[in-house]
């Protein structure tokens, strides 16, 4: 239950609502309650009326007087019921809502570091799966403990009123049937959680198999993939059905315990009428409350069951929101202008890792300047750009950014300067006008400026084939364009933000060297007073470059324009000899 306490902020939030759902659970109960008093009396009047007049129409006046009560009781008692679930289950979804919208601003919040070391299944399981869960506990959870507390409250206290000997012994099984019950939910939650284990990597399964179908089949892997995604289905449903085969003792449980309180209901009360201590009424009485009585009590175990797979869900749920992400926004100072950018030994490592990935790193370049980034895959690249962006923080050194370490700056602010290619280009479900317009903020982005832009990409000329043009909707991860065609989307949603520092991160490795060319003298055209960051492997994409640095092994080993690299001969003069030669 600790893990539960989390969800007291919600709880106080919608207090009036639930304190409204509590006294419509009350006067539901009252009407419930008196249901069985009208039988009670109709039993008694009629064996009365039976044995002492032959007038038949009395008799049905009383039968119909009586049924217009009961139905009376009965629509006020549904009455109040629906407006306990119009309160309590609808309060449910509101706390569903919100818990669903923290965890996802959290899972934005957090940084690089964090998806590196959790699998998007399991993500999507916690969002989805288990604040589902979460939501059992607060609306039917909730709702049926309060209706227990209030429904046995009135039921045996009206239950006493008519005979407290009988009272106790008919409710001798009841408290048996929740401990049982009980014990069978308890069961339920331990292979919940098994079950909810296999589901997150089912669910990785699937979700790895979609994104990377064009690799799958392009390896002939399909009946590998099947055969991994049959194992853990298998696994799924064996352990779903030793959950099914637990839970199929819940309804003989309470079947066979409420008979055996109607038995001893009807012999006890039977010898208590025999005494003339109860009415033949009394038994019809208490048997209506042992069967109101019933459901509240074999709740006790469901909701049991429930509240403890709510609280593994919730417990799941806390491991993220507990975490504080580890590169935050320092400071809301104003920050408008990227003049300088040094690293100052510099040395970062990967948390599971012993072997730093950069290592003693220090250079420097300013406004205006074009830095090209080169080694070989492995070498920090990557890394250092993720550094470069505060993706990361180093392990030690600083990164200063005019003369002020890049830890202490506006990092939002700081941010909306910088225009970023990444590696991995990613592009949404939606249009190529909105997927280009994906980085401005505020202003509406004019078709001048789309076409300026994509001219400058060199994709301008792609986009006009299409019927819509701008506004043709890509399809998942922009499957209707090809790779060159996606890198030059994602260059010209970088240039479209005019930022001052642009950083290309191996974008141009789909593309041809006459398409290299075009895109790389239109960033030169239009860089005078920015800096342009361009990493690569490829020896063609950096020609444009004021300054190289190469990187190997994690440090920088030469430094200088290509013309002098090239007569020092070293690692860069053997990339050089290699490519050319290629």
């Given at each position: 239950?600790?893990?539960?306490?989390?969800?007291?902020?919600?709880?106080?939030?919608?207090?009036?609502?639930?304190?409204?759902?509590?006294?419509?659970?009350?006067?539901?109960?009252?009407?419930?309650?008196?249901?069985?008093?009208?039988?009670?009396?109709?039993?008694?009047?009629?064996?009365?009326?039976?044995?002492?007049?032959?007038?038949?129409?009395?008799?049905?006046?009383?039968?119909?007087?009586?049924?217009?009560?009961?139905?009376?009781?009965?629509?006020?008692?549904?009455?109040?019921?629906?407006?306990?679930?119009?309160?309590?289950?609808?309060?449910?979804?509101?706390?569903?809502?919100?818990?669903?919208?923290?965890?996802?601003?959290?899972?934005?919040?957090?940084?690089?570091?964090?998806?590196?070391?959790?699998?998007?299944?399991?993500?999507?399981?916690?969002?989805?799966?288990?604040?589902?869960?979460?939501?059992?506990?607060?609306?039917?959870?909730?709702?049926?403990?309060?209706?227990?507390?209030?429904?046995?409250?009135?039921?045996?206290?009206?239950?006493?009123?008519?005979?407290?000997?009988?009272?106790?012994?008919?409710?001798?099984?009841?408290?048996?049937?929740?401990?049982?019950?009980?014990?069978?939910?308890?069961?339920?939650?331990?292979?919940?959680?098994?079950?909810?284990?296999?589901?997150?990597?089912?669910?990785?399964?699937?979700?790895?198999?979609?994104?990377?179908?064009?690799?799958?089949?392009?390896?002939?892997?399909?009946?590998?993939?099947?055969?991994?995604?049959?194992?853990?289905?298998?696994?799924?449903?064996?352990?779903?059905?030793?959950?099914?085969?637990?839970?199929?003792?819940?309804?003989?449980?309470?079947?066979?315990?409420?008979?055996?309180?109607?038995?001893?209901?009807?012999?006890?009360?039977?010898?208590?009428?025999?005494?003339?201590?109860?009415?033949?009424?009394?038994?019809?009485?208490?048997?209506?409350?042992?069967?109101?009585?019933?459901?509240?009590?074999?709740?006790?175990?469901?909701?049991?069951?429930?509240?403890?797979?709510?609280?593994?869900?919730?417990?799941?749920?806390?491991?993220?929101?507990?975490?504080?992400?580890?590169?935050?926004?320092?400071?809301?100072?104003?920050?408008?202008?990227?003049?300088?950018?040094?690293?100052?030994?510099?040395?970062?490592?990967?948390?599971?890792?012993?072997?730093?990935?950069?290592?003693?790193?220090?250079?420097?370049?300013?406004?205006?300047?074009?830095?090209?980034?080169?080694?070989?895959?492995?070498?920090?690249?990557?890394?250092?750009?993720?550094?470069?962006?505060?993706?990361?923080?180093?392990?030690?050194?600083?990164?200063?950014?005019?003369?002020?370490?890049?830890?202490?700056?506006?990092?939002?602010?700081?941010?909306?300067?910088?225009?970023?290619?990444?590696?991995?280009?990613?592009?949404?479900?939606?249009?190529?006008?909105?997927?280009?317009?994906?980085?401005?903020?505020?202003?509406?982005?004019?078709?001048?400026?789309?076409?300026?832009?994509?001219?400058?990409?060199h994709v301008y000329h792609n986009i006009v084939e299409f019927p819509d043009?701008?506004?043709?909707?890509?399809?998942?991860?922009?499957?209707?364009?090809?790779?060159?065609?996606?890198?030059?989307?994602?260059?010209?949603?970088?240039?479209?933000?005019?930022?001052?520092?642009?950083?290309?991160?191996?974008?141009?490795?789909?593309?041809?060297?006459?398409?290299?060319?075009?895109?790389?003298?239109?960033?030169?055209?239009?860089?005078?007073?920015?800096?342009?960051?361009?990493?690569?492997?490829?020896?063609?994409?950096?020609?444009?470059?004021?300054?190289?640095?190469?990187?190997?092994?994690?440090?920088?080993?030469?430094?200088?324009?290509?013309?002098?690299?090239?007569?020092?001969?070293?690692?860069?003069?053997?990339?050089?000899?290699?490519?050319?030669?290629?």
């Open positions: 239950m600790k893990s539960l306490a989390y969800l007291n902020k919600y709880l106080i939030l919608y207090k009036w609502r639930i304190l409204l759902g509590v006294l419509f659970i009350c006067l539901s109960n009252y009407f419930g309650i008196q249901m069985p008093k009208i039988v009670k009396n109709a039993t008694n009047d009629f064996l009365k009326d039976v044995k002492h007049t032959t007038d038949f129409t009395s008799v049905l006046w009383l039968s119909l007087q009586l049924a217009g009560m009961y139905l009376v009781y009965s629509i006020l008692k549904g009455f109040f019921l629906f407006l306990t679930r119009q309160t309590i289950i609808i309060v449910s979804r509101y706390i569903e809502y919100d818990l669903k919208n923290e965890i996802y601003v959290q899972y934005q919040r957090l940084n690089y570091s964090f998806y590196k070391r959790n699998t998007t299944g399991d993500l999507m399981n916690r969002i989805s799966e288990d604040v589902s869960q979460v939501r059992m506990y607060l609306g039917p959870g909730l709702m049926y403990t309060i209706n227990l507390a209030i429904l046995s409250i009135m039921a045996i206290y009206t239950m006493l009123q008519i005979n407290v000997s009988l009272t106790l012994i008919v409710l001798i099984p009841l408290p048996i049937m929740s401990v049982m019950i009980y014990k069978v939910s308890s069961k339920m939650n331990a292979l919940s959680k098994l079950v909810q284990k296999e589901q997150s990597l089912l669910s990785t399964i699937v979700q790895e198999t979609f994104s990377g179908i064009r690799v799958i089949k392009a390896y002939l892997r399909e009946l590998e993939m099947q055969q991994k995604f049959d194992a853990s289905s298998d696994m799924y449903k064996e352990r779903t059905m030793k959950q099914v085969r637990v839970n199929a003792l819940f309804m003989p449980t309470i079947v066979f315990l409420i008979g055996l309180s109607t038995l001893l209901a009807i012999y006890y009360g039977g010898l208590l009428t025999y005494s003339k201590q109860i009415t033949p009424g009394d038994i019809v009485a208490f048997i209506f409350y042992i069967n109101m009585l019933t459901w509240p009590f074999a709740s006790v175990g469901w909701v049991t069951s429930i509240i403890q797979r709510a609280a593994a869900s919730q417990e799941r749920i806390n491991e993220f929101l507990q975490i504080q992400p580890a590169i935050i926004n320092p400071t809301e100072r104003p920050f408008s202008s990227v003049q300088q950018v040094t690293f100052e030994r510099m040395t970062f490592k990967y948390e599971d890792s012993d072997t730093p990935v950069l290592t003693d790193v220090s250079f420097s370049f300013k406004a205006g300047e074009k830095i090209g980034i080169i080694g070989r895959t492995g070498s920090g690249k990557s890394t250092l750009l993720n550094i470069l962006l505060r993706q990361l923080d180093p392990t030690s050194g600083d990164v200063f950014i005019n003369n002020e370490n890049l830890k202490e700056i506006n990092l939002e602010a700081y941010r909306k300067l910088i225009g970023v290619v990444p590696q991995d280009v990613f592009l949404f479900s939606d249009t190529i006008k909105n997927n280009i317009a994906f980085g401005l903020t505020s202003q509406e982005v004019t078709e001048e400026a789309l076409i300026e832009v994509t001219k400058q990409a043009v701008f506004e043709t909707v890509l399809g998942e991860r922009g499957v209707n364009l090809s790779g060159g065609q996606k890198q030059r989307v994602s260059i010209a949603r970088a240039l479209i933000r005019k930022p001052q520092m642009l950083v290309l991160d191996d974008c141009l490795s789909a593309v041809d060297t006459e398409t290299e060319d075009v895109i790389l003298k239109a960033v030169e055209d239009a860089s005078e007073d920015r800096i342009t960051v361009i990493v690569s492997h490829r020896i063609s994409s950096l020609r444009f470059v004021d300054r190289l640095y190469v990187l190997d092994q994690g440090r920088i080993v030469e430094s200088g324009t290509q013309e002098e690299l090239v007569r020092k001969g070293g690692l860069f003069k053997e990339m050089y000899e290699k490519q050319r030669s290629e």
